[in-house]
């Protein structure tokens, strides 16, 4: 077997050809096919946010996926293992990112070999919270519920199409499920009768920033009329909403100001700025109480 590992010059632009490659790189699943689901999560030290739930989903990936888990490390170990790396790094604030392929390939599409596992940890570069504008696109997630490294090379692409069109970013829009998310984060909305609403268990990615979100929202009794998950939000029910954000690992609660033609309110005397309050109270006591600095 032969083969050459191209790569760019980041300083020059030159080409550089190498022929030694990792052969597991090579046959690995991951690259081959994008079979393979990962995770992030938020870190502080040596404090991760909430990662029982990350892990969770993590695993309820590989088994959408069709990637047993017999062989991998327990949530536990994963745990350690991400432990001694954040102690390595010595970040103030880190993005910790779980990877899990169906391993390595002798015929380019069969598996061969058992599941394998990456694990990085990096400094956190968070995204700016500006407002967003959005754009809807006829596409939707195959499967919601596993967070699949192919759905993202996808996604980008739209993504280009959006911004080229001038928007920040695009939601998916499915002719039977409505509006369901963007392809980084969950999305909520506010009625105009102050009700929170999103897209319903099942139909979009689990999020954690959502499973929180969610949580703090029907805690704080005097904030929304009420809470709900909905089956459908139809493109045209748009104009019923005053408020509309987004939640993720990185943008953590982000305002969204238009929809295509639909406006919506931001600012600080929003229920979403309050919301917002109300969520960074949480993550802060949520890393304090763990012994983060």
Partial sequence: MSFLHVVVDQFTGQLILRQHFCDSILRSLQLRRSWAVFDAMEGRGTVMFRPDDHLARLFESCRGASIPTVSLPTASEIKKLLTRLLVQD???????????????????KTPSGFPEMILEVQPLVKTKNKALKLITICARR???????????????????QAEEKGFDGFLFRDPVEGITEEPYANIFFITKKNELVTPAEGKVLSGITRKVVLEIARGAESLFSDVRELPYIHPHSLKEYQEVFLTSTTRLIAPVKL????????????????????????????????GAK
């Fill in 90 to 108: 010595r970040n103030k604030e880190s993005l910790i990112s779980t990877f899990i392929s169906r391993g390595t390939t002798q015929n380019g």
């Fill in 142 to 160: 195959d499967f919601p519920r596993v967070k699949l490294v192919g759905e993202y090379g996808k996604s980008a692409l739209y993504c280009l």
């Fill in 259 to 290: 929809i295509e033609e639909h406006k919506f309110k931001i600012g600080p005397r929003t229920q979403t700025a309050a919301l917002q309050r109300l969520f960074y109270e949480y993550r802060e006591k949520y890393f304090s109480e763990r």
